[in-house]
């Protein structure tokens, strides 16, 4: 790299989005991470004030950083609002959603396509019908079947999810992925996804690296989160060929914004991500140990059963880089 520091877009959002963004500074800022924060006010408060909820010259200037730190954007059912998360991962070109969950019974990561499915953004609205285009194609099907191959290769196997029985537009998905896992040697299988969910409830350990479309992965992801316990303890990287985006998987959670018990947790991991993907790998690794002895020694927020804050979580997470580092 150049003299240039790493530059982190950093976008709080809405909702518990700025809350949980404030704990994942703070932790970054405990264990030195060497970035450059740029603030960008973006998200559904923004449009309220502007009618502009991410501006073109923000777009930009997000762009011209290295990567984005994202907290969460409240996006209403109104056909006028576009979502600025769907359009930074269009935008940024960002098409693999990489989630990892782990507990006692799993550790499974789930590869969900980003750009296209019915996420594609192609949709006619009428009174009495409206329509949601399901896109797939063959270069979107293998560069995220790739990307699956790449994780699963280090690891023991590929699930396939689809539903290519019903849907015909997987057949294209499913038939992609195999080739993929077939060239590069992966060991593969896949389902049908309903039978996932049932299996995924039922038998977690039989999962390694899941790869399926995006309203699959967007579904599943949030069942992974039930079964490690909370939305609120699951972080996720959304890559592109040079491009990344981190965020903690769940939303602005509106019903308990604004009383200060957030779980940070998601996203304090989603930052120790983007330092992994920034090669600041030790740091990340320093963040999730001292999550897991916060979480193991009983600082929970209510989510988890706890009566912690969202400030005392993070004073203990950063209270733990600090004793790991005088060791
Ligand atoms: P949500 O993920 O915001 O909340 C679902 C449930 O999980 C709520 O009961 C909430 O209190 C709880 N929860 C979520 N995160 C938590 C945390 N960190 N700690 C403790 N509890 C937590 O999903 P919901 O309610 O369906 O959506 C709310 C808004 O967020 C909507 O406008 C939606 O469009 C948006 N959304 C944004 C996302 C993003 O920015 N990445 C992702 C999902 C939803
Ligand atoms: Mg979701």
Not at 74 to 90: F, I
Not at 97 to 104: A, D, E, G, M, Q
Request: net charge negative; proline share 4%.
């Amino acid at each position: 790299m150049s003299g240039k520091r790493t530059e982190v877009a950093v976008i709080p959002g809405d909702g518990i989005g700025p809350e949980v963004m404030e704990s994942a500074l703070g932790v970054l800022e405990a264990v030195g991470a060497d970035v450059e924060q740029v603030p960008f006010e973006v998200g559904f408060g923004r449009w309220k004030r502007t009618g502009e909820a991410l501006s073109a010259e923000d777009l930009e200037s997000i762009k011209q950083c290295d990567c984005v730190l994202f907290g969460a954007i409240t996006t209403p059912p109104d056909p006028k609002y576009r979502s600025v998360l769907l359009r930074l991962r269009k935008e940024l070109d960002l098409f693999a959603n990489i989630r990892p969950f782990s507990s006692s019974r799993l550790d499974l990561i789930v590869v969900r396509e980003n750009t296209e499915g019915l996420y594609s953004g192609i949709e006619v609205l009428g009174e009495e019908e409206c329509r949601t285009v399901r896109v797939i194609t063959r270069r979107g099907s293998r560069r995220i079947a790739e990307r699956a191959c790449l994780l699963a290769s280090r690891r023991r196997r590929l699930t396939i999810v689809h539903k290519s029985n019903v849907l015909k537009s997987d057949i294209l998905f499913l038939k992609t992925c195999r080739e993929v896992a077939e060239s590069l040697s992966v060991p593969h299988d896949d389902l049908l996804v309903d039978a996932a969910a049932y299996h995924l409830v039922m038998r977690p350990e039989r999962f390694d690296v899941i790869v399926t479309t995006n309203l699959f992965g967007d579904i599943l992801s949030d069942l992974c989160a039930g079964l490690v316990g909370s939305l609120g303890l699951c972080a996720s990287a959304n890559l592109g060929e040079s491009r990344a985006l981190f965020e903690p998987i769940h939303g602005s959670a509106p019903d308990i914004a604004g009383q200060g018990i957030a779980n940070p947790v998601g996203a304090v991991r989603s930052a120790a991500m983007m330092l992994d993907w920034l090669g600041q790998a030790e740091k990340a690794r320093a963040i999730e140990a001292a999550v897991g002895r916060a979480l193991e020694g009983g600082v929970k927020t209510p989510d988890l059963g706890g009566s912690s804050s969202t400030r005392q979580v993070t004073e203990e997470i950063v209270r733990q880089i600090d004793s790991a580092r005088k060791i």
